[in-house]
């Protein structure tokens, strides 16, 4: 049993079967399916999209409530030595790179071929802050000095790590343990 942790998904979708392809992209670590270790943090996400969505309805003279939900998943990390996996052990320059490459994609299929990305979440400033700094380089690969800005911009000390389930066969591997309302 050491090896389980349990991981936590926000959300206000209701679903029974994790689908890999139903996540949004241009995202931290690309489309797929995003969790945490942190319930709290899960949590957070979940209420914030649901006033998130709650006004996109109010936007339309919609009045409707949306319900944050929480799963709970159980992962043997023992799965993990069968997987392609990437770990970034900190927000550092290669983790800033994998970030705007993802933020920045144009394409239609991953940027990447990891079953399974962890490490920190860039937070809510991330998006303002590569808008900022990935125009004034041009197109060009981002100097350490432009990564190392962006870097100090989101203050990534602060930030939760994820889990990042990109492919079928890892969110195959994720138990469903529990799925409630948050309250």
Not at 7 to 17: A, P, R, S
Not at 98 to 115: A, P
Not at 127 to 152: E, F, H, N, Y
Request: charged share 30%.
């Amino acid at each position: 049993m050491a090896n389980i942790i349990t991981l936590y998904h926000g959300t206000i979708y209701e679903f029974d079967k994790i689908d890999v392809t139903k996540g949004k992209g241009n995202k931290d670590f690309g489309r797929g399916f995003y969790t945490s270790r942190d319930i709290s943090h899960a949590e957070r996400l979940a209420v914030r999209n649901k006033f998130i969505e709650e006004e996109r309805f109010a936007l339309r003279g919609i009045k409707k409530s949306v319900t944050p939900l929480l799963y709970a998943y159980e992962f043997d990390l023992e799965n993990l030595a069968a997987l392609n996996v990437k770990e970034f052990a900190t927000a550092d320059r290669e983790w800033m790179r994998f970030i705007v490459l993802n933020r920045e994609s144009k394409s239609k299929v991953q940027e990447h071929e990891y079953d399974i990305v962890i490490g920190p979440t860039a937070n809510d400033n991330t998006r303002a802050a590569i808008q900022t700094v990935v125009p004034l380089t041009k197109g060009q690969v981002m100097s350490d000095r432009a990564i190392d800005a962006l870097i100090a911009l989101i203050e990534p000390d602060n930030l939760p790590w994820q889990f990042f389930i990109g492919t079928q066969c890892a969110a195959d591997l994720l138990r469903l343990t529990e799925r409630r309302i948050i309250r």
